[in-house]
């Protein structure tokens, strides 16, 4: 398992649009993705679980991955969470 701490960089926060691209990236995968906030895990691959995450702009959230490409995979994700989920 790796894991990984990011914050949320776009004023708008982690919202549909970019919570849907997330999801859309991490189903590029095999491994098992988490996301956790305040304690508060949800599956990386349920919309539904993302924006149940309410992340607004600056919050923390660690994404978790298990699996055969899980190094890619958090690269992949880290660099998403980075770029502002492409909104900056």
Known sequence: MVQQEVVVKNRLGLHTRPA???VKLAAK???DFYLERDG???NGKSIIG???LAAEE???ILLLFEGE???AALAALVDFFNRGFDEL
């Open 20 to 22: 849907a691209s997330l």
């Open 29 to 31: 995968f095999k491994s």
């Open 40 to 42: 508060y895990r949800v």
């Open 50 to 52: 993302v924006m149940t």
């Open 58 to 60: 600056g919050a923390s």
């Open 69 to 71: 490409d899980e190094e």
